[in-house]
């Protein structure tokens, strides 16, 4: 059996009667506007675009102790990297019998490291690896010439170890000549031999007048440090030769 549930009936507005109906009306609102900036005297706080603050300027790069990038100097001397008085000394051992001792009072590592690579890279070019060899051999030939001098200056001696190794490293500029210049010799060639003992020489020259003249007491000894300079040499050259 059905049973029957009592439903409102539903009315709807009369669309040519809106006074009948519910009329819902929506209260204006006003628009949104920011509020003023008490601090309009700063301009980095103003929001006004069109309007850029006049008081406010971007310092000049010349203000405040730096100079402009014209007066900055070259990255090499900034390094420490003086290339002209590199290439004086160069030019000053190319000359054993005139090398110019005033130029070596200020000892430096920058053309020593030069000519070490460079006897490594010519080295490299005829197929041999010597690049660690080179940087140890330089080293303790520098102690042993440093030991050696010193032992025989006595408590006069003033030789450093840091000059004495920008020295020595000067001085192996004729090896670099001689490594370039193998590479254009047929291998097992005898007269290398006499070409090696030429260079040899040149450095052993050079090298020793530059300690005598640098160093003090060095007058006495002059044959015992040629002899220990020409060691050192001698022990480059075989790198070259074998």
Not at 95 to 101: A, E, H, K, M, Q
Not at 184 to 199: E, L, M, R, S
Not at 209 to 227: F, N, P, Q, T, W
Request: hydrophobic letters at 50%; a neutral charge.
């Amino acid at each position: 059996m059905a049973k029957e549930f009592n439903v409102p009936p539903v009315v709807f507005p009369s669309v040519g009667n809106p006074g009948n109906g519910l009329q819902h009306r929506r209260t204006p609102v006003a628009p949104f506007t920011p509020p003023k900036n008490p601090n309009q005297h700063l301009p980095f706080m103003s929001f006004d675009i069109g309007a850029p603050a006049s008081s406010f300027s971007a310092p000049p790069i010349g203000i405040g102790g730096h100079g402009s990038f014209d007066d900055e100097l070259p990255l090499l001397e900034e390094l420490g990297i003086n290339t002209r008085q590199i290439w004086r000394k160069t030019v000053s051992i190319m000359n054993p019998f005139r090398v110019d001792s005033n130029l070596y009072e200020d000892s430096d590592l920058s053309g020593p490291f030069i000519f070490l690579m460079a006897f490594g890279l010519f080295q490299l070019l005829a197929g041999k690896l010597h690049f660690g060899i080179l940087l140890g051999w330089v080293t303790v030939a520098a102690l042993f010439l440093y030991v050696v001098f010193n032992m025989l200056a006595g408590k006069n001696g003033n030789l450093d170890l840091y000059r004495c190794l920008s020295l020595l490293g000067y001085c192996m500029f004729p090896m670099v000549i001689l490594s370039a210049f193998s590479l254009f010799i047929p291998q097992g060639w005898n007269g290398i031999f006499v070409i090696t003992g030429v260079f040899v020489l040149w450095s052993t020259r050079a090298c020793t007048r530059l300690l005598v003249e640098l160093a003090s007491c060095g007058d006495e000894h002059k044959g015992l440090i040629a002899y220990a300079c020409f060691l050192i040499y001698m022990l480059f050259s075989l790198l070259v030769i074998f």
